[in-house]
C-alpha cells in the first residue's frame, strides 16, 4: 500500500543504509528487516540504486507493509515504510 505522507515521520525504529547496493539487494534487504519488526514500526530505507523509487513503489503495492515517505536527492533516496500486520 502506498499513502504518502507531506513528511518525513517523527519516530523512526530501524534504519536500514542499502547504499551502495544494486537491484534487488535493497528490496530483500528491506523484506528481512521488515520481518524482524513488529506491527506499526517504521523502517528507513537509504539506497543510492537508480531502480530504488520504482521497486520500492511496486513492492509497496504487493506487500501487506505501507510506503508512507519517499525522497530523492540526486544520487540517494530514502524511504520509510510502516511494518504491516502480515
Do not use: N
Not at 542499502?18 to 523484506?31: R, S, V
Not at 528481512?32 to 520500492?56: C, K, N, R, W, Y
Amino acid at each position: 500500500m502506498i499513502d504518502l505522507l507531506d513528511s518525513p515521520p517523527e519516530s523512526i525504529d530501524v534504519t536500514l543504509d542499502a547504499k551502495g547496493l544494486h537491484c534487488p539487494l535493497p528490496i530483500l534487504k528491506t523484506k528481512a528487516e521488515l520481518s524482524q519488526m513488529q506491527p506499526g514500526q517504521i523502517l528507513h530505507v537509504l539506497t543510492t540504486d537508480p531502480l530504488a523509487p520504482l521497486d520500492f513503489k511496486s513492492y509497496a503495492v504487493r506487500a501487506a507493509h505501507t510506503l508512507i515517505y519517499m525522497q530523492e536527492d540526486g544520487d540517494e533516496a530514502e524511504f520509510y515504510l510502516k511494518r504491516g500486520e502480515h
